[in-house]
């Protein structure tokens, strides 16, 4: 069974762009988790999709969206890119509610 | 706010020596998870502990939870080079909104 997919893998963008990123949960997962991961702050929940529904946010400005498809595809994208958010974005799936969350390889993503 | 403390943030062990690692969270929650990355990696799935008195163990690593003391453990027994990376818990204080809170994670560095 295929995991987590997330593209891409490396973006380098400068500040003020913005920059869209794409996760594939494992097919049947209906249930797609986004999060930052920095070394100051460490893994930080941004945002949850179930069903194309946007069921939680955590606690980001609101240049950070995303969306979730009807094939449970999501994507996140970050407006007025800012050196700060440099950081690597998982994005994780799980099959439903009260499941594991499986972990996609990351985009890491640099601001200049 | 639900906070996640792990302790301690570093480790360095001798191989052959056994050690523990400390999770302990600030709320109710019955649904703790382990996680190991290693450098540059996404997260890995070591175990997920579901109930009070949960314990789970895969090779030299042995997980407990205990809700009513709001505190996980992950246990190492003979360390191994291998076991060198970073371990993550995260407790999920809802099920049904897909967002996991963290601790800061312990850098293990297991040397020969």
């Known amino acids: 069974k295929a995991g987590v997919t997330q593209t891409p893998r490396y973006l380098i963008k400068t500040r003020g762009q913005q920059v869209t990123l794409s996760c594939s949960p494992i097919?049947?997962?209906?249930?797609v988790s986004w999060y930052q991961q920095t070394p100051g702050q460490g893994l930080q929940f941004l945002f949850e999709y179930f069903s194309e529904t946007q069921r939680n946010k955590g606690n980001f400005p609101g240049r950070f969206s995303g969306r979730q498809f009807s094939n449970s595809r999501s994507e996140m994208n970050v407006s007025t890119l800012e050196l700060g958010d440099s950081a690597l974005y998982l994005c994780a799936s799980r099959i439903g509610d009260y499941n594991e969350q499986f972990f996609g390889p990351g985009t890491r993503l640099t601001v200049l | 706010e639900l906070k996640v403390e792990q302790n301690p943030l570093f480790l360095s062990m001798q191989e052959g020596k056994n050690y523990t690692i400390y999770c302990n969270y600030s709320t109710t929650s019955d649904r703790l998870y382990w996680y190991r990355q290693d450098p540059g990696k996404s997260l890995e799935s070591l175990f997920v502990l579901l109930s009070n008195g949960a314990v789970k163990q895969e090779g030299r690593l042995m997980a407990s939870l205990d809700t009513k003391a709001r505190l996980s453990t992950l246990h190492i027994t003979a360390a191994v080079h291998d076991l060198s990376a970073t371990y993550f818990c995260?407790?999920?204080?809802?099920?049904?909104?897909?967002?996991?809170?963290f601790g800061k994670g312990t850098k293990l560095s297991v040397k020969p």
């Open positions: 097919s049947g997962h209906r249930s």
């Open positions: 995260a407790v999920d204080i809802s099920g049904s909104q897909g967002n996991l809170i």
